[in-house]
């Protein structure tokens, strides 16, 4: 083999490691924070607080993105890919350890800011790498297997707080060195506590297994960098990129409005038990939007992404209509349906924005990863609404914010349309931009 060869190889092998490790950060990412909606009514009954109150936790989780995306684009510029992600895994450990060794409401809010401000970083680091190793003629495909990798770890995460509480709140010996540990450590009237212990050694896990790796190093262009403040501004005077931002506001809220108030609702309107229907409701959402996550990715290969974008959208306001108005079965099935059509409108959004701009895409990156912070806003304004009017009106603003995400399809045009069985046209073009 040439020596040109081989090193054409080392660089697609160095590409693919790198792929497959931002698959398994996804994965934890999603792990740590797709929680909450199977937590929701825990909260609620073991801190005595409103639904608004309840709200402020994962208000808190998300407004952290807000806060820290931008920032984290120049660090990861200084510092570079590995320290910045050791970093966010010390963060979130750290903040997950505090709320298991102090399970009380302020400490709960202050340590899922923390959480939120590690994963966050991470998300700004994670999704350029992906465009770069992947390709980005191949972005919105890579942008959806993550999605699908994202969504498996949403479906473990609420059987997992179940198994925990079934194992830790009855009252019984708890059998096995795990268990009996987290027995332990774990207020009996607060069970559900121990599953921040589990996301604390997750993330020292994360911290160990990425400390020991060689990374190869990433060479990102100047579009690609965390570029400087001039470009955030160059970017923020363009209409499009404000479009962009506001849909990833709405579909991050409408995810984590719809996941955060299932297992409440259900409980509430149709008498459910939130430690088992509840929670079982939540994982299946996530579980079908990794089911979801599949046939999108089919589809982003015989359809237009605009085209994909707004026939799942449409799915997803009919099962939140199921959902909301439907009988106690109904709205069982028809919350985790509205998982299903929401599979594919992150990687969606994210790369039909990359692609629709011609430079500057670390930047962007960065005010997208911002724009997670509308899993923050909607959940509490439901929270407040469904305090004042009931949950079910607090909830018809899923219909606002679906219908924006929605409106993306519409109006988008990429430069480098997603790549379509048999068509070579989007590669030349990449090749040529």
Known sequence: MSSAAESQAHATGAARFLVALVFLIFFVISFLTNIMGALIPDIIH??????????????????????ASIPAGFLVERWGDKPLMLCSFLAAALGALCFGMRPIYPVAVMSLFVMGAGMAALQVAINPLLRVAGGEQHFAFNSAFAQLIFGSASFVSPIVYSQLVSHLGSGGTPHGAVLGFLASVTPPSLPWVSIYWVFAACAAA????????????????????????????SLLRRPVVWAYFGCIVAYVGSEQGTADWISQFLSRYHGFDPHTQGATAVSYFWGLLTVGCLAGMLLLKLFDSRKVLVGFSAGALAALTLALFGSAQVSLTAFPCIGLFASIMWPTLVSLALNSVPAHHGPLAGILCTGIMGGALLPLLIGQLGDLFGLRAGMLLLYMS??????????????????LLGDRTNDVQARVN
């Open 46 to 67: 073991g801190f005595k607080v409103t639904l608004a109150m309840a709200a402020v936790l994962p208000f808190s989780f998300f407004m952290a993105y807000g806060v």
């Open 206 to 233: 994360m911290m160990a297994f990425i400390a020991v790796l060689r990374l190869p190093a990433v060479v990102r262009s100047a579009d690609e960098s965390a570029g400087t403040l001039e470009m955030y501004a």
């Open 402 to 419: 679906f219908g924006c995400v929605m409106s993306a399809g519409c109006w988008a045009k990429p430069l480098v349309n997603n790549a």
